[in-house]
Every structure is written in structure tokens, then in C-alpha cells.
């Protein structure tokens, strides 16, 4: 019998979770280790005293309480329960336990043996999970997209506020349900066998994807949607979560851009949305074009050259298009500027004689450039609209004309005193235009009509770009066609007369106004910061910038750009407009704050925007010039040699 209390009291004593017996009047009679561990008390300062002493409030002053009502009436709060409680330690603070209690004579007495365990742990997991899931569910819940969550058999389980505005079903009325209440037909008898056959196969369709949709509302209206689903196990369980946007306003958007059917007001909204985008286009095409550019100087097979060449065709045929769609929205929105400045034509007649020249060759036909200019002193105007303008027709002409000859005449319409008006002529021997459908020429989206478009492509903005472009300069532009007869498109433009010694040193004027690049410090090498956040864009600056000679730090940001131009010493700055943490703007702005050299370094702005007004504000935050995007790297060291020089 001995031996057995001594074994006992040995697994009492070892064993991991608490425990203590207390007699009929709450007394301890025995406390082991492992509750000397959990409440810091010692033994002997516990046996014999009231279990309370063990309880905070208002555990304290209830407990007796439950003993006697037990004795009295048997009802059970905790005793053969066991229940979640607080305990006190001997410092005052307080745990949370876990306390089964169960009744037990010995000797002829009555005694509760209370088994202790210490659940702070499980308690914190427990929070977290909880803070976790709440913090979760507030996301969920201001989410400005729609969430769903369904299981797999498309039980909606979680249905966001965003939803409840989308589809106009309350929480109530849509959980519990099928997601199928929320689709159309044929969606909605095609969605269980979209599910099915992902469980089977692995095969998705829309599922990781994300594709556009067409949503139903509780009044049985439909709107079209994009929609993305993800797959997540929650609680040992597979659920799918859908992410719904409403694309209403940017179907209108395109239709409205498709239709240009709109009035004026819709018309400028549509120009700003077109200019974003076109931003957010030519970024990447920058990447696109340079690294293809990179591709073809390095060494290729003949197949993997013409894979090359073909795909940097077809990106400067997207950048033509993104151009022509950004002067487009420009003018339109009232934010284009012409910049008016002294130039030769003959010097831009004879750039579209190099360039067309060596094309109608490859086309077998003759191309030639005539002109009544002689004694005609130098021209005040846009050579680069001029140049656009004369680009466009004659492309136009080239495209529609398979044998013959395409021509350029320039002749003058109009003098007197300091001003004349010259009229432009591209002549072609191509398929010719039907007269009732030449007025449509100039309209934007519009072509002569749709056999022509699917035969030799085209958006129909670059005539339209030439007329608004024509009449800005103060011109106007025309066509005389008749079908198989070819066509003659006609432009008139008046110009101012300038001497040629006002050009200043008799240099050739550029496009963007600078002098053409020579043996210059531009060809030397420079230590150059180049701050861009696009990583493609990072490698063709670093590339084409190494390849010419010179020293490329890269920053990611405005950030790190401003603290490598504090610890460093660069010959000039590339800096990128939109940059997270820090823009380019804010970012020139603190390096201009700098002490010399370091904030006395010329800085170059790199950006896809070109509205009007954006030179002003960057050479306002500090810079001293800015190129576009995607970087003709020949223009760009034609303004490196421009800025260089201002800052010697």
C-alpha cells in the first residue's frame, strides 16, 4: 500500500499538467510541481489554504459559492465539465487554463481533484487567428472590386460588400446559394461543368486566368466584367475566390474610342483616357524595341535574324500607331503645341527622298521629289509637323500604289512681303478613290471603306491627324481621286521668310532644334546616373549608354537616385519621370537642394509623357531638357551635347 502512494504521488509529481486536489471547504491538499511551475507558489505556502487564493475576480468570490450550491442542489457548472478559466499567479498576474475537475472519496471524505493546464499559448495562436481572419474580412469587406469565395460544388461562402453594390442581392440572399444565380445563360448552365472538369482534368479555363464575363444584377439586367479566380485550401478545405471588376465604364470607353460618335465633351474625355494609355504603351514598347535592337546587333542566323527584324517591324508599326493615337488625344484635348523655329525644306524634302527612296525600289516603283523653291530664303514653321504631315501622304501613297510611280511636288501658292504659302503635292498611280467616299478621308477612324481596310490595314487616324495638324498650322489639306486613276493628296501651308544668317551659326536645325552631333563630348566618355524603375528599360540604357562609351550607375527609384547623386560625382543625370517612392520630379527637386558639383549635374528628363506643358514643369522642377520614350538614342545624345554644352 506504501508503495503504491509513493508511486502515485512519483506520477503526480512528474506529471506535465497541473494538478491540485482540494477538500469540501475548498482547501488544498495537494499541489504538485508542475502547479508550483504554472502559479509560482511553493507548496507549503498553498497546502492547507482556500483554493481562491489561486483565482482572480470574480472567480475569488464565486467559487465557495459553487461548492455549496453544489453540495446543496448537485448541478454541475464545472465539476466532470471541465471549462475554460482564469488563474492567478503568486506575482498577480493572471493566465488562461484549461481546469477539468472530478469528484472523488478517500478515507471516507470527499475531494475534487482539479487537472490544470496552461493554454496561454493556444490562446495567443487563437487571437492571432482571429486578428488574422478580422483584419482578412475588413479587406475582404472594402475591397473596391468584388470577392466571392465558393467551395467546389459553387457554394458562395464569402460575398464582399463590393458585390452586394455589383449584383444587387444582399449577403443574405446569395450566400448559401450557388454562384450561378449571379451568370447569365449560357454561364449559367455551363459553370458546374467548368468546375467539374477542372477537378478531373486540370485543364482551365478561367480558373488562374482571368477573362471577361458578363455578370447578372438581382433585377435580371446583365454588365459586363472582368473576372479572376484563384484557388486556396481554408481549413484542410479546397475554395475558389473570385476577384469581379465592373468594366462598364471602360467597355463605353472603347466604343465610344470605335464608334467616334460622341460630342465634344465625350470626345476630350476619350482624348485623356487615350494619352494614359498610350503613356502606359509606349514604356513597354521602349523596352520591346531597344533589347530587339540589342537582339539584331548580336550574332544571329539568317532565321533567327528575320524572327528579329519581324518583330521590331512590327513594334515600330504599334509605336506609329501609338504616336499617331497620342496626337491624336492631344490635339483634341486642346494640349498641342506647335514649335515654331527656322528650317531649310530642303532639307526635309531631301530627308523623305532618303527614306522613300530606297523603299519604292523594293516595290519597283519610281519615286521622285520636285520642288519650286529656288531663291526661296529659309522658312518659319514646324519642320517636324511639316515632316509628318509629307510622311504620312506619301506612305499612304506608297501603300495603295503596286506599279507606277509615287511623287512629291512642293510649288509655291501665294507670296507676299515677309510671308508665302506653299502647296504640297503627293501624287500616285495607285487604285484610286471613289469621289462619294473621299469626304470621309479626313474623319477619324475612317477609311474609304472596309474591303480597303482588311486589304492594306491601317486605322484610319493619319489622315485625320493630317487635316487637324494642316489647319493648327493655318493650312488646309485636300484630295483629287477618281478609281484606277490614282489619287493627288494636296496641302497648303504658309510660312514666314527668315534670312538664312538668322539661323544663328548656319548649323542644320534637328528635330528637336539642336545642333547634329559631332566629335563632341557627347561621344566622350561620360559618368552617367541613370534613374529607372523598368527593369528591360534598365538593360537597354545600360547597354546602348555602355556601347557608346560611357560609365552607368542605375538607381531603381527618385530615392536612390538622389543618394547616389549625394555620395557621387556624375557628368549628367537620365532620370525617369514616374518612379515609385520618389518621381523624377521630386527626386530632381531634392538633388538641386545639393551643393556643387553634385547639385549642379545637368539632368535629362526620360519620359513617355509629351503633352504640352510638361517641358515647362520639368525644366521648372530643375532639369534641363527632356527626351521621350521609347529613347531614339541618336536624339538623345543630340540634347546630351545640347545640355552639356549650356553647362560649360
Known amino acids: 500500500m506504501e508503495s503504491s502512494a509513493v508511486q502515485l504521488k512519483a506520477v503526480i509529481d512528474t506529471a506535465g499538467d497541473g494538478i491540485v486536489i482540494i477538500d469540501d471547504r475548498g482547501a488544498i491538499r495537494l499541489f504538485n510541481t508542475a502547479c508550483e511551475k504554472l502559479f509560482g507558489y511553493a507548496q507549503g505556502e498553498v497546502i492547507g489554504q482556500n483554493l481562491r487564493l489561486l483565482m482572480p475576480e470574480p472567480y475569488r468570490s464565486e467559487h465557495d459559492d459553487y461548492l455549496q450550491n453544489y453540495h446543496r442542489s448537485g448541478v454541475r457548472k464545472i465539476i466532470g465539465i471541465g471549462r475554460e478559466v482564469v488563474g492567478r499567479r503568486k506575482d498577480g498576474g493572471t493566465f488562461p487554463m484549461e481546469l477539468s475537475v472530478g469528484e472523488a472519496v478517500a478515507d471516507g471524505s470527499k475531494l475534487y481533484v482539479g487537472i490544470v493546464r496552461d493554454i496561454s499559448e493556444r490562446k495567443q495562436a487563437e487571437q492571432a487567428l482571429r486578428t488574422s481572419e478580422s483584419t482578412l474580412r475588413a479587406v475582404i469587406e472594402t475591397a473596391v472590386d468584388g470577392v466571392i469565395i465558393i467551395d467546389p460544388q459553387g457554394t458562395v461562402q464569402i460575398y464582399n460588400s463590393a458585390c452586394q453594390r455589383l449584383f444587387g442581392y444582399d449577403a443574405a440572399e446569395v450566400i448559401g446559394q450557388n454562384v450561378r444565380m449571379l451568370m447569365p445563360e449560357p454561364y449559367r448552365r455551363e459553370h458546374d461543368g467548368y468546375i467539374g472538369n477542372y477537378q478531373r482534368t486540370g485543364v482551365r479555363k478561367i480558373i488562374g486566368i482571368g477573362r471577361e464575363v458578363t455578370g447578372q444584377r438581382k433585377d435580371g439586367s446583365t454588365f459586363p466584367m472582368e473576372l479572376s479566380v484563384g484557388e486556396a485550401v481554408a481549413n484542410g478545405k479546397k475554395v475558389f475566390v473570385g476577384i469581379i471588376r465592373d468594366i462598364s465604364e471602360r467597355i463605353q470607353a472603347m466604343e465610344a474610342v470605335s464608334t467616334a460618335k460622341q460630342a465634344e465633351a465625350a470626345n476630350r474625355a476619350k482624348s485623356e483616357f487615350l494619352a494614359t494609355m498610350s503613356h502606359e504603351l509606349r514604356t513597354p514598347m521602349n523596352g520591346i524595341l531597344g533589347m530587339t535592337g540589342l537582339l539584331l546587333d548580336t550574332a544571329l542566323t539568317n532565321e533567327q535574324r528575320d524572327y528579329a527584324e519581324a518583330v521590331l517591324k512590327s513594334g515600330e508599326t504599334l509605336l506609329t500607331l501609338l504616336n499617331n493615337i497620342l496626337d491624336l488625344s492631344k490635339i483634341e484635348a486642346g494640349r498641342f503645341e506647335l514649335y515654331d523655329r527656322p528650317f531649310d525644306p530642303n532639307e526635309v524634302l531631301d530627308g523623305i527622298a532618303a527614306i522613300w527612296e530606297s523603299q519604292a525600289n523594293r516595290k519597283g516603283l519610281e519615286f521622285f521629289v520636285t520642288n519650286d523653291l529656288r531663291g526661296l530664303p529659309a522658312l518659319v514653321g514646324d519642320p517636324d509637323r511639316l515632316r509628318q504631315i509629307l510622311v504620312n501622304l506619301v506612305s499612304n501613297a506608297m501603300k495603295f500604289t503596286s506599279s507606277g510611280f509615287v511623287a512629291l511636288r512642293v510649288k509655291r501658292e501665294a507670296s507676299m512681303g515677309d510671308k508665302v504659302v506653299l502647296r504640297f503635292e503627293v501624287k500616285d498611280s495607285g487604285i484610286g478613290i471613289a469621289e462619294d467616299v473621299q469626304g470621309r478621308l479626313f474623319r477619324k477612324f475612317e477609311q474609304a471603306d472596309a474591303a480597303t481596310a482588311r486589304t492594306y490595314g491601317g486605322s484610319g487616324l493619319g489622315l485625320a491627324i493630317c487635316r487637324q495638324l494642316a489647319e493648327m498650322m493655318g493650312g488646309h489639306i485636300g484630295v483629287i481621286s477618281a478609281p484606277g486613276r490614282g489619287s493627288t493628296f494636296w496641302v497648303t501651308l504658309p510660312f514666314d521668310l527668315v534670312e538664312p544668317a538668322e539661323f544663328g551659326d548656319g548649323g542644320t536645325t534637328t528635330a528637336e532644334g539642336t545642333q547634329p552631333r559631332g566629335e563632341t563630348s557627347a561621344n566622350k566618355s561620360l559618368k ?109 545624345f543630340q540634347i546630351v551635347q545640347k545640355v552639356l554644352d549650356r553647362h560649360r
Do not use: C
Not at 546 to 559: I, K, L, P, R
Not at 562 to 573: C, G
Not at 587 to 599: M, S, V
Not at 613 to 630: F, T
Open 528 to 636: 552617367i546616373l541613370v534613374a529607372e524603375d523598368h527593369p528591360y528599360n534598365q538593360k537597354l540604357m545600360v547597354a546602348r549608354l555602355g556601347s557608346a562609351g560611357h560609365t552607368v550607375t542605375v538607381a531603381n527609384d527618385g530615392a536612390e537616385a538622389l543618394a547616389l547623386a549625394r555620395e557621387n560625382t556624375y557628368d549628367l543625370v537620365l532620370m525617369d519621370v514616374r518612379m515609385p517612392e520618389m518621381d523624377g520630379i521630386q527626386a530632381t527637386a531634392e538633388i538641386r537642394k545639393l551643393p556643387p558639383p553634385h547639385g549642379t549635374v545637368p539632368i535629362i528628363a526620360v519620359t513617355a509623357h509629351a503633352m504640352r506643358g510638361d517641358r515647362e514643369r520639368y525644366i521648372e522642377a530643375g532639369m534641363d531638357d527632356y527626351v521621350s520614350k521609347p529613347v531614339d538614342f541618336g536624339a538623345l
